[in-house]
């Protein structure tokens, strides 16, 4: 009897237990979105760019995602890219997306962790993911470059040199590797202080230090604003580095020229000609009312089309007509006209020479004219010349 009510019992356990099994088990979502990475937390330096690479699987329906960064520390810039470009959303289908998190390390960042929480959303599913940034305390014995001036200004066309100093605070000799991260287009050498030649790696003994210049050349379109120049000394395991820092104030240079270049024109007294010019942001910083004008002879009539541009970016150009009018009362010949853009900071002007031509038909009425009194006097010397 017993035995019986043991195997009666056993049974409605088992019973129950598959009758419960789909109530206990996580159901999976026919459209969830999972949003991950390998490395959620990475160490980074100051005045550098690092990048999270993140896959975004999806369990459900093909769909479009929305990126978004929830959270992140206030003066660091971040952004998601895919396939090298600047993204906003995201297509989750059956195969994972591949997408990397950008982070732009501020150069005055101090050591501590810093979190990120981005977030991949879509038809009623997101996944949040948190990401850490570590910067590390410099260890005290460490190696070390230092600069007393740390930020320089000038123009774009401005070569800069810092001095710093690379100090070996090992307890032998090491030889560094040096190198710069610097935007795409700038030139950044190293050499020895106060000597010629170009280096890339040198050698310290224990405890002293050497002191080099860094020589930064910028690109002559770079934009006005400032520039991180995160340098390094890097010897195995023992790093040193300082962020340098160049201002690029604006220059500002305005041209005024044609899109083949020629500085003449063909003209017909009292009738407009029109001339195509193109007015160039030649400078590093943008130009705001910019205004043309004309000097021409007296009676003449020049004008534009447009007669004022808002905004020219700086390396920006932009067309305009100019309808050149000479007076009726000109004279066939070569004229100059000079004419000009102006904006508060620059200007930029081009001389025209305006070949006028008279009109034909006053040419016809002419010679009829000469014709007609000709022909008069021939009637009157036939007429009475005889008496």
Same mark, same amino acid.
Do not use: H
């Given at each position: 009897?017993?035995?019986?009510?043991?195997?009666?019992?056993?049974?409605?356990?088992?019973?129950?237990?598959?009758?419960? =099994?789909?109530?206990?088990?996580? +159901?999976?979502?026919?459209?969830?979105? #999972?949003? @991950?990475?390998?490395? !959620? %937390?990475?160490? &980074?330096?100051?005045?550098?760019?690092?990048?999270?690479?993140?896959?975004?699987?999806?369990?459900?329906?093909?769909?479009?995602?929305?990126?978004?960064?929830?959270?992140?520390?206030?003066?660091?810039?971040?952004?998601?890219?895919?396939?090298?470009?600047?993204?906003?959303?995201?297509?989750?289908?059956?195969?994972?997306?591949?997408?990397?998190?950008?982070?732009?390390?501020?150069?005055?960042?101090?050591?501590?962790?810093?979190?990120?929480?981005?977030?991949?959303?879509?038809?009623?599913?997101?996944?949040?993911?948190?990401?850490?940034?570590?910067?590390?305390?410099?260890?005290?014995?460490?190696?070390?470059?230092?600069?007393?001036?740390?930020?320089?200004?000038?123009?774009?066309?401005?070569?800069?040199?810092?001095?710093? =100093?690379?100090?070996?605070?090992? +307890?032998?000799?090491?030889?560094?590797? #040096?190198? @710069?991260?610097?935007? !795409? %287009?700038?030139? &950044?050498?190293?050499?020895?202080?106060?000597?010629?030649?170009?280096?890339?790696?040198?050698?310290?003994?224990?405890?002293?230090?050497?002191?080099?210049?860094?020589?930064?050349?910028?690109?002559?379109?770079?934009?006005?604003?400032?520039?991180?120049?995160?340098?390094?000394?890097?010897?195995?395991?023992?790093?040193?580095?300082?962020?340098?820092?160049?201002?690029?104030?604006?220059?500002?240079?305005?041209?005024?020229?044609?899109?083949?270049?020629?500085?003449?024109?063909?003209?017909?007294?009292?009738?407009?000609?029109?001339?195509?010019?193109?007015?160039?942001?030649?400078?590093?910083?943008?130009?705001?009312?910019?205004?043309?004008?004309?000097?021409?002879?007296?009676?003449?009539?020049?004008?534009?089309?447009?007669?004022?541009?808002?905004?020219?970016?700086?390396?920006?150009?932009?067309?305009?007509?100019?309808?050149?009018?000479?007076?009726?009362?000109?004279?066939?010949?070569?004229?100059?006209?000079?004419?000009?853009?102006?904006?508060?900071?620059?200007?930029?002007?081009?001389?025209?020479?305006?070949?006028?031509?008279?009109?034909?038909?006053?040419?016809?009425?002419?010679?009829?004219?000469?014709?007609?009194?000709?022909?008069?006097?021939?009637?009157?010397?036939?007429?009475?010349?005889?008496?």
């Amino acid at each position: 009897m017993a035995k019986r009510l043991w195997l009666v019992l056993v049974t409605v356990f088992c019973t129950l237990g598959l009758l419960l =099994t789909p109530l206990l088990t996580p +159901a999976r979502a026919s459209n969830g979105l #999972l949003l @991950a990475t390998d490395f !959620p %937390g990475i160490e &980074v330096q100051p005045g550098t760019t690092v990048t999270f690479p993140l896959t975004l699987t999806n369990s459900g329906a093909p769909q479009k995602v929305d990126l978004k960064v929830v959270s992140a520390p206030k003066g660091w810039p971040t952004s998601f890219k895919g396939s090298g470009m600047i993204v906003t959303q995201a297509f989750a289908g059956s195969q994972p997306a591949k997408i990397d998190f950008q982070v732009e390390v501020p150069g005055d960042a101090q050591p501590g962790s810093y979190n990120f929480v981005v977030q991949a959303t879509g038809a009623g599913a997101s996944s949040e993911l948190t990401l850490q940034a570590v910067i590390k305390e410099a260890s005290a014995g460490g190696d070390k470059i230092t600069t007393d001036y740390p930020v320089l200004s000038g123009t774009s066309s401005t070569n800069y040199q810092f001095r710093v =100093t690379l100090t070996n605070n090992g +307890a032998q000799e090491r030889s560094y590797s #040096l190198a @710069a991260q610097a935007p !795409p %287009g700038w030139q &950044v050498t190293f050499s020895p202080a106060y000597d010629s030649k170009q280096i890339a790696s040198l050698s310290i003994k224990p405890g002293q230090n050497q002191g080099l210049d860094v020589n930064v050349k910028p690109p002559q379109d770079v934009k006005a604003g400032t520039y991180n120049i995160p340098i390094q000394a890097t010897s195995g395991s023992s790093k040193a580095g300082v962020v340098l820092k160049v201002n690029i104030t604006g220059t500002y240079s305005l041209e005024l020229t044609t899109p083949d270049g020629r500085l003449n024109v063909d003209a017909l007294a009292g009738r407009e000609s029109p001339v195509t010019l193109v007015v160039k942001n030649t400078g590093s910083a943008d130009l705001t009312g910019i205004t043309l004008a004309a000097n021409a002879a007296s009676s003449w009539a020049v004008t534009f089309k447009p007669d004022k541009i808002d905004l020219l970016p700086a390396g920006g150009s932009q067309q305009v007509t100019a309808f050149i009018k000479p007076s009726n009362e000109a004279i066939a010949g070569d004229y100059v006209v000079r004419l000009t853009a102006n904006a508060q900071e620059a200007s930029g002007n081009a001389d025209f020479r305006v070949s006028v031509r008279t009109s034909t038909l006053w040419g016809v009425v002419g010679v009829l004219l000469i014709l007609a009194v000709v022909g008069g006097v021939a009637w009157i010397f036939r007429k009475y010349g005889r008496r």
